[in-house]
């Protein structure tokens, strides 16, 4: 991401790209930290967040420019594993506060990226970002995709009755 770009600007630039091809190549080039790990709390199946689904109850002010907001993800991303690690031995309701606390401080477009990759709806409001694209982009950070069997649909066999 450029210097002063937040996540959720540039998540949408990848986003309004024509062609995978072009947002391969700007994911691949991309040097920041946040980028993939943000990506990766949201498609990877191990990892379960310790926070109630939904939004919470923060203060979100929308009218505050870009580059006035206390923190940026880019800045936040280290402590981002108190919510989804059980050993950090935390009381929920802290949790849940800091977590809070954390999304009062950015930007509301990067606060309203960080939830939907809580919830799993990231790909809903980047929906050109898709798995594929993100395991080509970033291939060890996700485990391998596990392809479910395909059932084979059971004949039944009409009993045919024989006139004797």
């Known amino acids: 991401m450029n210097r002063g770009l937040l996540l959720s600007e540039f998540l949408q630039i990848v986003n309004d790209q024509k062609t995978d091809e072009e947002r391969f190549n700007l994911f691949k080039h991309e040097k920041s930290p946040i980028v993939p790990r943000v990506l990766r709390m949201h498609f990877h199946p191990n990892i379960t967040w310790l926070l109630p689904e939904g939004e919470p109850p923060y203060k979100k002010v929308k009218d505050e420019p870009v580059g006035y907001q206390k923190t940026t993800l880019e800045k936040e991303y280290r ?82 009755k024989e006139n004797v």
């Not at 108190?82 to 977590?99: A, G, T, V």
């Not at 898709?130 to 950070?141: Q, T, Y």
Request: charged content about 40%; some cysteine; hydrophobic content about 35%.
């Open 79 to 160: 402590r981002l594993y108190i919510f989804f690690d059980p050993s950090q031995n935390l009381p929920q309701m802290k949790r849940e506060s800091l977590f809070i606390d954390m999304l009062e401080g950015l930007h509301y477009t990067e606060a309203e990226v960080l939830c939907a990759a809580k919830d799993r709806k990231l790909d809903k409001m980047y929906p050109n970002i898709k798995e594929d694209l993100v395991r080509l982009a970033f291939p060890d950070m996700l485990p391998p995709k596990v392809e479910e069997p395909v059932k084979k649909k059971r004949s039944r066999k009409k009993k045919v």
